[in-house]
């Protein structure tokens, strides 16, 4: 391989290692970072599977849930 065709495969790597990995506290700030992104995207995107698969079961949905009619 030449130089050229070495440096087009390595240089998003480099990039990203040049940007993010060299320092450690950029390194945990981004890593944190996107755990805590991550989290919340997996929490709204399960939250609105399962809102969505159940639509009519909820206690939102009961209009009559919790009211009791008088015996008078």
Not at 15 to 19: D, E, T
Not at 24 to 27: A, F, G, P
Not at 64 to 72: A, C, I, N
């Given at each position: 391989m030449d130089y050229a065709s070495r440096r087009s495969q390595g240089g998003l790597f480099e990039?990203?290692?040049?940007?993010i990995m060299r320092r450690?506290?950029?390194?945990v700030?981004?890593?944190v970072a996107g755990?805590?992104?991550g989290e919340r995207a997996v929490d709204y995107g399960v939250h609105k599977l399962w809102e969505y698969n159940n639509v009519?079961?909820?206690y939102?949905?009961?209009s009559?849930?919790?009211?009791?009619?008088?015996?008078?």
């Open positions: 990039g990203l290692y040049r940007v450690n506290s950029v390194y700030t981004f890593v755990a805590f992104l009519g079961k909820r939102e949905d009961i009559v849930l919790g009211q009791r009619q008088s015996e008078e």
